[in-house]
């Protein structure tokens, strides 16, 4: 009898929605994965946001609970944002510490793949990061707030695809962005589910949203705090779901491999 792959739930960006990751999740499809896309409530569009970090991590753990507790291996793919939201909502979840607890329970997050994403210490958050380099007066360049904190970006082209993909499919991907409820990048995190669970982090060497800079400095503080961390980079922007799918593919089959 095969060995049962490992389920893979994928935490998505903001401004993102399920269906911009399509390109990706029907590779891990086609390569016998079980994908989840749950798509976050502070991406909901309603004006004024009635939606935040509480409620997409919230959100997050009961979904991942309540794969866990049918007993299932997660893996969980965490993009940009998305990293916030898994680092908050996993705590507690991971496979070691379940199997291991007096339950013996069977499921549980095997590993997380943080992919340019947001991997911060508990009272962490995207604007600290931003604000440790000194690049807080950058925030309305780079973003479009409105009076009610909603936000979009204001080059998403240039500044979260950049190169790697025809000017058709981008346009398509960008076309379908949508408001976010800005002031969840004002929160801060409470919970690190990355003490507990095996991490491999993707860097996007060309990311003009969440720089290089940005991504090294949160590896190096989890090595600090003494979690082993393998790393991928990945000669792209903000975006290889879409500008190097086939590499992000890649990089969760080897880590699934491990898995079974």
């Not at 919230?58 to 916030?84: K, M, P």
């Not at 340019?116 to 707030?145: I, N, R, T, Y």
């Not at 929160?187 to 969440?210: F, G, K, L, N």
Request: proline fraction near 5%; charged fraction near 20%; glycine fraction near 8%.
């Amino acid at each position: 009898m095969p060995a049962t792959k490992p389920t893979l739930v994928l935490i998505h960006g903001s401004w993102h929605i399920p269906s911009h990751y399509s390109k990706l999740t029907s590779s891990l499809r086609s390569a016998g994965y079980e994908v989840h896309v749950p798509r976050l409530p502070s991406t909901n569009e309603t004006r004024p946001p009635n939606a935040d970090l509480t409620d997409d991590t919230t959100l997050i753990r009961e979904y991942v609970r309540s794969l866990v507790d049918a007993g299932r291996t997660v893996i969980a793919i965490l993009h940009s944002y998305g990293g916030q939201v898994g680092t908050n909502a996993l705590h507690g979840l991971g496979l070691d510490n379940r199997t291991q607890c007096a339950e013996g329970l069977a499921g549980g997050v095997a590993h997380l793949i943080y992919i340019c994403a947001f991997a911060l210490p508990e009272g962490g958050s995207m604007v600290g990061k931003v604000q440790e380099f000194g690049h807080e007066h950058l925030l309305p360049l780079a973003f479009d707030f409105a009076a009610d904190d909603s936000c979009v970006h204001r080059d998403p082209r240039a500044l979260l695809i950049g190169p790697g993909v025809d000017d058709a499919e981008a346009e398509t991907y960008v076309s379908s962005l949508v408001r976010w409820n800005g002031r969840s990048m004002y929160q801060a995190v409470e919970h690190c589910a990355w003490r507990e669970v095996p991490v491999t982090y993707i860097y996007t060497s060309e990311d003009m949203t969440v720089p290089l800079d940005y991504q090294r400095s949160m590896v190096e503080r989890m090595r600090a705090e003494g979690r082993a961390v393998h790393t991928v980079e990945l000669a792209t922007g903000h975006c290889p779901n879409l500008t190097m799918t086939q590499e992000v593919v890649d990089v969760v089959t080897h880590v699934a491999a491990a898995q079974i």
